[in-house]
């Protein structure tokens, strides 16, 4: 049990320096600047601002004239960049924002076609179903992707025109590719499908231009994360061109899934969108690059990564099917050695999954990626000692101390 602040201090600056001598390759996380960090301690992070939506100008709670001006002036921002006229930043995260897009729409014995977990999907209506109540109102199918880890689209319309789904969800958390969207805008207008991308991985690629705007492919709604490739506060949002949509999500999110939407996320979201709109196009393009680059170093180690057929990557991460090289727990093995992905036992052999935001904003680039994939080769094909491994993790992860495209 604490007793002191001291000791609290004392426990975060471990963790700090702890990190700051880990390779962070967890293709969900990012590395926000001091300025975007410096908001998350105002007042803001104590106070209401509850609405009914669409009325955000009427809130429930008094003492709220800048923050309304705050909420206002950040939608304009998120509007810009992504080329919508409405959206809702009330969800505290991206799942949160999916929830409210799927039970604001969906009516009992709706079906859904999803990204099945096994293909590193985020796993929305799949999960929920698992509970009863659920399993009895919402019915969900998952779509097929292709042996280059892409969507495969011809599956997905035979599925689609066999189905009649009320809504098909594109994205997932080990997205490679754009999705085809545009080829399903057609079919959703003659089927009445709804048209779903969840932005929560590649947020950060579609703002800085590196991945198509969803919205302008085809999409009816799009919501996702702000922390994951795009360098924000950890958040939610929800965006559309369509106000009957964003009506229905505004009206389930609140007051049932949330109330206080934790305000202070809304200043460190607007100050990351600045930077976002300085630095984004040059950060997203050296996202990809680092991405391609420690996939080309680490298939010429003898690496089975995915996607060997369309150039490996064109997103914030890479997937490398560890069949030969592993038993046990790859993402805990490279733990031991201050290495942090992820892995998935899901599919028929396990993966991991590596990403390249944080590193990036660290500063590294392509040479550092060579670097990255001998510690690889070193750990798992080798199975050096970790602890040996891990000195000299450190002191290369000690070097990379700045924060770059931002303020
Ligand atoms: C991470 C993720 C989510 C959930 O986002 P949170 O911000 O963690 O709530 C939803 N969908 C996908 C595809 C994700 O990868």
Redesign the pocket.
């Known amino acids: 049990m604490f007793k002191t602040t001291r000791e609290l201090d004392n426990l975060l600056k471990k963790h700090e320096s702890y990190r700051a001598g880990c390779l962070n390759l967890i293709a ?1 996380e990012n590395y926000a600047s001091e300025k975007v960090r410096s908001y998350l301690a105002g007042d803001f992070g104590n106070r209401y601002g509850c609405y009914a939506t669409m009325h955000p100008e009427e809130r429930e709670y008094t003492g709220n004239k800048f923050i309304h001006e705050f909420e206002m002036g950040t939608h304009e921002l998120v509007k810009e960049i992504f080329h919508a006229k409405y959206v809702d930043l009330r969800p505290i ?4 924002a ?1 929830m409210s897009v799927v039970l604001g729409m969906l009516e009992p014995g709706d079906l859904v076609i999803e990204v099945s977990l096994s293909d590193w ?2 796993g ?1 209506v799949g999960p929920m179903c698992e509970v009863r109540h659920f399993d009895e109102t919402i019915q969900v199918e998952y779509m097929a992707f292709d042996e280059n880890r892409g969507v495969d689209g011809e599956k997905l319309k035979m599925q689609a025109k066999k189905l009649k789904p009320k809504m098909i969800i594109f ?3 080990g997205t490679l590719f754009f999705e085809p969207i545009k080829e399903f805008r057609g079919i959703a207008d003659q089927e009445g499908i709804i048209l779903a991308y ?1 932005a ?2 590649v947020t950060g690629l579609i703002a800085s231009g590196m991945f198509p705007n969803p919205l302008e492919e085809g999409a009816d709604i799009m919501f996702g ?1 702000t ?2 490739s795009f360098p924000g506060p ?1 958040g ?1 949002f929800v965006v559309s061109n369509d106000q009957d949509l964003i009506e229905k999500v505004g009206n389930t999110l609140s007051p049932t899934l949330v109330t206080s939407h934790h305000l202070n996320r809304l200043p460190a979201l607007a100050a990351s969108i600045l930077e976002m709109k300085e630095f984004g196009k040059e950060y997203g393009a050296q996202v990809v690059k680092n991405s391609k680059a420690l996939a080309k170093a680490l298939d010429g180690i003898g690496f089975k990564v995915l996607g060997k057929g369309r150039g490996f990557t064109d997103s914030h991460l890479l997937l490398v099917d560890l069949g030969e090289h592993v038993t046990g727990a790859p993402a805990k093995e490279l733990e031991k050695a201050n290495i942090l992905c992820s892995d998935d036992f899901s599919g028929s052999n396990p993966e991991v999954r590596i990403g390249t935001p944080e590193v990036t904003r660290k500063g590294m680039k392509e040479k550092e990626m060579q670097e990255i994939a001998t510690f690889f080769k070193r750990a798992l094909i080798d199975q050096e000692d970790p602890e040996k491994l891990k000195r000299d993790v450190e002191a290369f992860s000690r070097q990379f101390i700045g924060c770059e495209y931002a303020y």
């Open positions: 969900s995260g991206g799942h949160m999916g999907g985020h929305l994205g997932g958390s969840d929560s991985h994360s922390h994951k950890q939610g």
